[in-house]
């Protein structure tokens, strides 16, 4: 990843639509030199251009960080999860948790389900705190790209 790339990525942390017209001369490029580029870091996987939406603003919705203790590795029961669409997110980590997971659920009872009929048989976990959520308070997805 070049400078020019950090350069892409930058301006669609600030308007993800921007379009190719726009991003060219901003970053050095002609607009379908900026396409290409854009399309090789997605091709790489390096980046994804979504929409990202606020499950709590959404209305509805019942959202939960889990902490996750596992007996040995961590990775299958990561895995795991990975498979229930109620997971958004997933971290292996280590200290007072193996694995970390941010679920989200439409309405108490269904986060509740989750994590007692879900979350809690599967082969390995050892225990589960939650840590449900009343609102979000800070959510960016601007990191530092150099």
Do not use: C
């Not at 203790?69 to 200290?95: F, I, K, M, N, Q």
């Not at 108490?108 to 879900?118: R, Y």
Request: charged share 20%; proline share 5%.
């Amino acid at each position: 990843m070049d400078e020019i790339d950090r350069a892409i990525l930058r301006e669609l942390q600030t308007d993800g639509r921007i379009a190719y017209a726009d991003l060219g001369p901003k970053v050095g490029l002609s607009a379908s030199a900026a396409r290409q580029r854009l399309q090789r870091l997605l091709d790489a996987k390096a980046v994804q251009v979504v929409g990202v939406t606020d499950p709590m603003a959404m209305g509805g919705q019942a959202m939960a960080l889990l902490g996750i203790t596992v007996d040995g590795d961590p990775r299958p029961v990561a895995d795991e999860l990975a498979g229930h669409p109620e997971v958004v997110y997933s971290v292996l980590t280590s200290g007072g948790f193996d694995l970390v997971a941010e679920v989200v659920s439409p309405t108490a009872k269904d986060l509740l389900d989750f994590v007692n009929d879900t979350v809690r048989p599967i082969e390995g976990v050892s225990g589960v705190q939650s840590f449900p959520y009343f609102a979000i308070h800070t959510h960016r997805f601007l990191w530092d790209v150099g």
